[in-house]
């Protein structure tokens, strides 16, 4: 599996790795969070309570909006690949697209029946603003892309905040605490209503508010330029032009990541109008997650393809059946830590909870590698393929 060079046609299992890295960061990130549900138990252990905490911070540094952005930039490129091998027989791969974008959405609802904060449902939405982009040039494409990045309508806040310092406007009309109810009862047909409904609006509100939705937009076209131009993918031709590209990225982020985040404090503390405040820290954090995340994948590829995917590459088929990962990690996760299941909200803080999220990504991880010894995709991942290409005649 570890393809150092590679042929032009064959799949890039480096990116597969990198995707499995993402998925396993969001599956940490999720069972620490108790699957977005925030109650936790008491402890009378100091010991225990200062490792929950630390531990907390630590996932959040390094996974929280890095993980998502990481599967963000790849569901970009994942679009190049498809469009481009349609194209190269002659086929439009738009309406093709935009049906499998209809299939993710119905995907997303089924996930959002178990958890109130799944991404599949905006990524479904957003992924349409790559059909008009599609055959702009890069440089138009990018252009594009680093305007949503800036975060545009986080700075018209900015702007009403300093015409008007005492607005404070609400800006969640939905959230995530109303379904708490219902996430700690006993009614698994309770929860599934209001997940879907409630829960669903408070994760797009929130995505909304939050510049999520900007970001996310930016990181797909990104995904699909850094694929046009074949920087995902290592070959005897291009291995000195890709390794380079890398190195720069790796090299220009890491700073800007060190000097965003120390900066933060200091931008904030100057900041007393809190919806100045909250708008500034979309806008910092959104820049700060984006350069952390671009010296993880850089590093993450690097490692990969200079040591041939020795270690990275057991992720190579957890990362093949992503969306299988995704969706069945919230139906057990409830079942895990919500009122209608085990209840375990009631007894795992933070060190307890990752310590089952460990034991939960082991699991899924021994699935994958036993489920590609028989099968050629994951099974949502079957389901997905077949569907969009339904109807299609057999060359």
Not at 104 to 117: D, K, M, R
Request: net charge positive; with cysteine.
């Amino acid at each position: 599996m570890g393809n150092n060079l590679q042929t032009p046609q064959e799949r890039i299992f480096a990116i597969d790795a990198l995707r499995g890295f993402a998925v396993m960061g969001i599956i940490l990130l999720h069972n620490i969070e108790h699957f977005n549900y925030y109650s936790f138990p008491q402890t009378d252990s100091p010991l225990l309570a200062s490792l929950d905490q630390h531990l907390w911070d630590l996932l959040f540094f390094c996974f929280s909006g890095k993980a998502y952005a990481i599967f963000a930039l790849l569901f970009g490129f994942t679009f190049y690949l498809q469009s481009h091998n349609c194209e190269k027989r002659g086929e439009d791969f738009r309406n093709r697209y935009m049906w499998r974008l209809v299939l993710l959405l119905g995907f997303g609802f089924i996930n959002a029946l178990f958890f109130p904060g799944e991404i599949l449902v905006l990524y479904a939405l957003l992924g349409f603003v790559l059909v008009p982009v599609r055959h702009l040039s890069d440089k138009v494409v990018a252009w594009i892309a680093f305007i949503l990045m800036l975060q545009p309508l986080e700075w018209c806040k900015v702007i009403y905040a300093l015409i008007n310092p005492e607005a404070n406007p609400q800006q969640m009309i939905y959230s995530l605490s109303d379904v708490y109810p219902q996430l700690g009862g006993d009614s698994l047909w309770e929860m599934i209503k209001v997940n879907f409904v409630t829960g669903q609006l408070a994760s797009l509100n929130w995505a909304w508010c939050y510049g999520r939705v900007f970001q996310t937009a930016s990181l797909f076209m990104i995904g699909m330029l850094l694929g046009r131009k074949g920087l995902f993918r290592l070959t005897e031709a291009t291995r000195e032009k890709v390794l380079y590209f890398w190195m720069r990225v790796g090299i220009y982020a890491l700073p800007t990541a060190v000097i965003l985040y120390y900066l933060k404090d200091f931008i904030y503390s100057q900041t007393e109008n809190p919806f100045l405040k909250t708008t500034l820290q979309t806008i910092w954090n959104s820049w700060y997650n984006l350069a952390f995340m671009l010296v993880i994948v850089s590093a993450f590829l690097l490692l990969y393809w200079i040591n041939q995917g020795k270690i990275q590459k057991i992720l190579v088929p957890y990362g093949k059946m992503s969306l299988s990962d995704y969706v069945s990690q919230s139906i057990i996760g409830s079942l895990i830590y919500f009122g209608y299941g085990f209840e375990m909200h009631r007894y795992c803080g933070t060190t307890y909870s990752l310590l089952i999220g460990i034991t939960f990504f082991l699991l899924q991880l021994a699935f994958a590698h036993w489920w590609f010894r028989h099968f050629k995709r994951g099974p949502l991942e079957t389901i997905w393929h077949r569907l969009t290409w339904i109807g299609k005649k057999k060359s």
